[in-house]
């Protein structure tokens, strides 16, 4: 069984950072594009960021671009955000998910909350 | 990067059949026939209903369908039930980037 399971969320003061984790199990973690999403409490969903199989390849909303970078270790079958100098607008509940094909989400973990607030 | 618009609501009794519409771009929706669908109740993740503008999962009811014209995606539901009540997102490749619908919610009267 495929899961996904978020961790890291927390209350940060807008200019902190903050380290997201998503621990994969029941797939072969190598194999596949994973993502970041996110939603805004009340709001809709909105992809941030994607990382190839080997990490070579990261693409990134723009809002993010230069302040979140994603990276993930195979061998120890984990995906990471990492947040800098972070905003109240990046308050939401963060997803990982895994990507089929590059272009749409086949398994979705259960979120962590991240706080911006002073 | 300018999000897919959906409109915010649309309701339906059960039985009947409802439609939510994604309008994008010839840069999105468009250009790539690469639209899934997600199905979000209160509190839950995102489930995954369709892909590639009309394939279903395994396990999604054949009540839920796709299509695609031009710069518009539709979603159907048909033989709407109770425990389809939920916000319903569609999302589209954009070349290496990819972008979401603002959300429909979904009520069955």
């Known amino acids: 069984e495929v899961q996904l399971v978020e961790s890291g969320g927390g209350l940060v003061q807008p200019g902190g950072s903050l380290r997201l984790s998503c621990a994969a199990s029941?797939?072969?973690?190598?194999?596949?594009?994973m993502s970041w999403v996110r939603q805004a409490p009340g709001k809709g969903l909105e992809w941030v960021a994607n990382?190839?199989?080997?990490?070579?390849?990261?693409y990134y909303v723009d809002s993010v671009k230069g302040r979140f970078t994603i990276s993930r270790d195979n061998a120890k079958n984990s995906l990471y955000l990492q947040m800098n100098s972070l905003r109240a607008e990046d308050t939401a509940v963060y997803y990982c998910?895994?990507?089929?094909?590059?272009?749409?989400?086949?398994?979705w973990g259960q979120g962590t909350l991240v706080t911006v607030s002073s | 990067q300018s999000a897919l618009t959906q409109p915010r609501s649309v309701s339906g009794s059960p039985g009947q059949s409802v439609t939510i519409s994604c309008t994008g771009t010839?840069?999105?929706?468009?250009?790539?026939?690469?639209v899934s669908w997600y199905q979000q109740h209160p509190g839950k993740a995102p489930k995954l209903m369709i892909y590639d503008v009309s394939k279903r999962p395994s396990g999604v009811p054949d009540r839920f369908s796709g299509s695609k014209s031009g710069n518009t995606a539709s979603l159907t539901i048909s033989g709407l039930q109770a425990e389809d009540e939920a916000d319903y997102y569609c999302?589209?490749?954009?070349?290496?980037?990819?972008?979401f619908g603002g959300g429909t919610k979904l009520t069955v009267l």
């Open positions: 010839s840069s999105d929706v468009g250009g790539y026939n690469y």
């Open positions: 029941g797939f072969t973690f190598s194999s596949y594009w």
């Open positions: 990382i190839k199989q080997d990490g070579s390849e990261k």
């Open positions: 998910a895994r990507v089929r094909l590059r272009h749409y989400f086949d398994y």
């Open positions: 999302c589209s490749y954009a070349g290496i980037l990819l972008v």
